[in-house]
Antibody
């Protein structure tokens, strides 16, 4: 069974940093692209980042480019999101998702809440 | 960026009836390889999104065949036949043709 479990969320002040983690199991992690998608309270889905299987290629929307860094450790089947210079508009639930070549974002974690506030 | 526009904003359906949700993209999602990169997701209340349909018309594993996807290059439809109470939630379309990946704003399905 595919499982994705996020951790590392919490309350953080504007301008500070936070690192999210996603522990994957139930599939060969190194074979899949992985992604982060967020959802602000009562809002829709927003793609945040994608990373290739080896980690050599990363992709971001303009809203987080230069502030967020996605990375992975295939030996540990883990995905990360380093978030710097956080803003109030980054407040959201962050989901880790498996991004398959065929099924797209076929599996999602339960999400982790990040609140950026002073 | 590719804009995904969904309609209606919400729909109320009697159990056993059918429902259709529309999604329109600002650019063709048909790749030169013949694949149309539109996806449908359902987010049940308090839960994470789950994949329903991939590549416009393919049913994801474990999804009831009451769900179906169809469309053209820019206009897509999710149809739910014989709606059940468990189908309530917000339905999103999304595109994986190119970055930035984008989603529609969602359609809320309620039961009458």
């Amino acid at each position: 069974e595919v499982q994705l479990v996020e951790s590392g969320g919490g309350l953080v002040q504007p301008g500070r940093s936070l690192k999210l983690s996603c522990a994957a199991s139930g599939f060969t992690f190194s074979n899949y692209y992985m992604a982060w998608v967020r959802q602000a309270p009562k809002k829709g889905l927003e793609w945040v980042a994608t990373i290739s299987t080896s980690g050599s290629r990363t992709y971001y929307p303009d809203s987080v480019k230069g502030r967020f860094t996605i990375s992975r450790d295939n030996a540990k089947s883990s995905l990360y999101l380093q978030m710097n210079s956080l803003k109030s508009e980054d407040t959201a639930t962050y989901y880790c998702a498996r991004q398959g070549a065929t099924e797209g974002m076929g599996y999602w974690g339960q999400g982790v809440m990040v609140t950026v506030s002073s | 960026d590719i804009v995904m526009t969904q309609a209606p904003l919400s729909v109320s359906v009697t159990p056993g009836e059918s429902a259709s949700i529309s999604c329109r993209s600002s650019k063709s999602l048909l790749h030169s390889n013949g694949i149309t990169y539109v996806y449908w997701y359902l987010q049940k209340p308090g839960k994470s999104p789950q994949l329903l349909i991939y590549r416009m018309s393919n049913l994801a594993s474990g999804v009831p065949d009451r769900f179906s996807g169809s469309g053209s290059e820019t206009d897509f439809t999710l149809k739910i036949s014989r709606v059940e109470a468990e189908d309530v939630g917000i339905y999103y379309c999304g595109q994986l043709l190119e970055n930035p990946l984008t989603f529609g704003s969602g359609t809320k399905l309620e039961i009458k």
